[in-house]
């Protein structure tokens, strides 16, 4: 087999919940990790999956039974096989802390999980704050923990428009300059972050890396 078909394979295989073998699901994400990393597993084939599985729900052919079923899968082969390779290349310095979590209303924790750990690895202090989250507990917990940043995720077109709330409660209280405030989820995009006010939209966690990185650095040089 071609080594980019795995991908494709387990991609398939992933977004097929009816028939899914967890043994078998298990054995190809090995074989991928053999010469994937687990960045590109996620994103070239995990991920993807979860995208056809919401579009059987949206067409009616899956219930949300189907939806808690997927979830619960990508949690048990992110926990057991690409979070500790993630999570091993962590490094001691700290490079900033960031807030994390999912805003008011919306329950989706899995994008925001996979943030946490890949912003942790890269060598930042992250405080997660869970799923559900009013947008004042943002702002409180990154007062009182001395943030530099609040990462917020949203996977609803409606619970995406509380982002906003964070932002506005900043401006009120006069310390939106004290924090960089960056978003992402599935139907958020560039030119929603800028209309809201907020630094930066990262489209997976290695996009909202880069930009927190050189939203850092230009903050040091002034
Ligand atoms: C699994 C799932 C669920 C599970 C979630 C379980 C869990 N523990 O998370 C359950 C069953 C609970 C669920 C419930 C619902 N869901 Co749902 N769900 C999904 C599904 C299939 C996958 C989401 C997922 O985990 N993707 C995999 C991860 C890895 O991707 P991700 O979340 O996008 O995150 C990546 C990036 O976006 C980015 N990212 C994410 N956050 C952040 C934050 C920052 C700062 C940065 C930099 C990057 C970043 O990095 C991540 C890694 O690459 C999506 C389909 C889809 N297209 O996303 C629907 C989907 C999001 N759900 C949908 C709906 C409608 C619902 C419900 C309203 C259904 C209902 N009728 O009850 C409820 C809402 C519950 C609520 N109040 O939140 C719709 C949303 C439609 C819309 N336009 O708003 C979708 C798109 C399905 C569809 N096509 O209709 N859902």
Same mark, same amino acid.
């Given at each position: 087999?071609?080594?980019?078909?795995?991908?494709? +394979?387990?991609?398939?295989?992933?977004?097929?919940?009816?028939?899914?073998?967890?043994?078998?699901?298990?054995?190809?994400?090995?074989?991928?990790?053999?010469?994937?990393?687990?960045?590109?597993?996620?994103?070239?084939?995990?991920?993807?999956?979860?995208?056809?599985?919401?579009?059987?729900? *949206?067409?009616?052919?899956?219930?949300?039974?189907?939806?808690?079923?997927?979830?619960?899968?990508?949690?048990?082969?992110?926990?057991?096989?690409?979070?500790?390779?993630?999570?091993?290349?962590?490094?001691?310095?700290?490079?900033? +802390?960031?807030?994390?979590?999912?805003?008011?209303?919306?329950?989706?924790?899995?994008?925001?999980?996979?943030?946490?750990?890949?912003?942790?690895?890269?060598?930042?202090?992250?405080?997660?704050?869970?799923?559900?989250?009013?947008?004042?507990?943002?702002?409180?917990?990154?007062?009182?923990? *001395?943030?530099?940043?609040?990462?917020?995720?949203?996977?609803?077109?409606?619970?995406?428009?509380?982002?906003? *709330?964070?932002?506005?409660?900043?401006?009120?209280?006069?310390?939106?300059?004290?924090?960089?405030?960056?978003?992402?989820?599935?139907?958020?995009?560039?030119?929603?972050?800028?209309?809201?006010?907020?630094?930066?939209?990262?489209?997976?966690?290695?996009?909202?890396? *880069?930009?927190? +990185?050189?939203?850092?650095?230009?903050?040091? +040089?002034?």
């Amino acid at each position: 087999m071609k080594h980019s078909d795995i991908l494709e +394979k387990l991609k398939n295989y992933m977004s097929t919940i009816e028939t899914l073998d967890i043994n078998v699901l298990r054995k190809l994400v090995e074989e991928a990790l053999e010469n994937y990393s687990p960045e590109e597993v996620i994103e070239k084939s995990l991920r993807p999956a979860m995208e056809i599985i919401g579009e059987k729900f *949206k067409e009616g052919e899956y219930f949300i039974a189907e939806l808690v079923l997927a979830a619960d899968i990508f949690k048990e082969i992110f926990n057991t096989y690409l979070k500790p390779r993630i999570a091993e290349r962590g490094k001691a310095k700290t490079l900033g +802390k960031v807030i994390i979590g999912t805003i008011e209303g919306d329950i989706h924790d899995i994008g925001k999980s996979i943030v946490s750990v890949v912003f942790q690895s890269s060598g930042f202090e992250v405080i997660d704050l869970g799923v559900d989250v009013p947008a004042w507990k943002f702002v409180e917990e990154a007062e009182k923990r *001395k943030a530099d940043v609040i990462a917020i995720s949203a996977l609803l077109t409606t619970t995406m428009l509380n982002i906003e *709330k964070v932002i506005a409660i900043l401006k009120e209280k006069g310390i939106r300059d004290k924090y960089i405030v960056i978003v992402g989820g599935a139907p958020l995009s560039e030119e929603f972050a800028r209309k809201i006010g907020a630094d930066a939209y990262g489209k997976d966690p290695y996009d909202g890396l *880069k930009k927190l +990185k050189e939203l850092l650095a230009k903050r040091h +040089k002034q």
